[in-house]
């Protein structure tokens, strides 16, 4: 069975004082049925890491550089993060697709440095507004994921989240039929790719805009095997009712 994952995602927001959260998570969570990983700002990671180490949450960071070492001015290797404390990294999100022009190829490079770090990788990708009106969405999925994911991934070093972009930060959702017929794509894709028993153990994550008061009903669409939350993981308040919900449709 593939066990659930409720990963917050923090974006460039958090400072020292934002690590109460975390305690209160792990005071409110002391043992969770699924995986919880929060991914700060790699600012606050090492601390983050420190706080958690004797609980079942998990950090990670939110983007890493292709080489392990060298002259990068203002990067963070996978090495590093892992060093840190991360066990996982988030990896193409459309932020960084977007915002730094990072290419498939790029995200590529980044995952397998990921997995030389024996750091999860969770493989971002998602259409655009114009796209889904295009009805190019599964194709561009499709794409996206030949095209980033290396053939060193595993249904244990990786994790595929869905995040349509249109979806992240904005309060719209798709409809339970749009994540459910992409996810099942998803699924099939990995399974041609890496054969239908590999296939069926990748958790397959969906993102944007998951709230409490949305996330149960999308827990119980097939193939949803958690999500990926960005504004609603940044408050214990906010993000354990999450936790919850994914916990209950275990
Ligand atoms: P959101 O962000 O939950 O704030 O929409 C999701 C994400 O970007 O991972």
Known sequence: MRRKLAAGNWKMNGTNASLTELQTLIATHPAPQIDILICPPATLIVQAAGLSA?????????????A????????????????AGATAVLLGHSERRQGHNESNGLVADKVSAAHAARLIAILCLGESLA???????LDVIAD????SLPDTATATNTVIAYEPIWAIGTG?????????????FLRAQLGDRFG???AMGFRLLYGGSVKPGNAADIFAIANVDGALVGGASLTAHDFSPIITALENAV
């Open 54 to 66: 004797d609980s079942p949450l998990q950090i990670g960071a939110q983007d890493c550089h292709s």
């Open 68 to 83: 392990a070492s060298g002259a990068h001015t203002g990067d963070l290797s996978a090495p590093m993060l892992a060093d």
């Open 131 to 137: 796209q889904r009106e295009a009805a190019q969405t």
């Open 144 to 147: 996206q994921l030949r095209q």
């Open 172 to 184: 719209l959702t798709p409809s339970t039929a749009q994540i459910a017929e992409v996810h099942a």
């Open 196 to 198: 239908r028993d590999a």
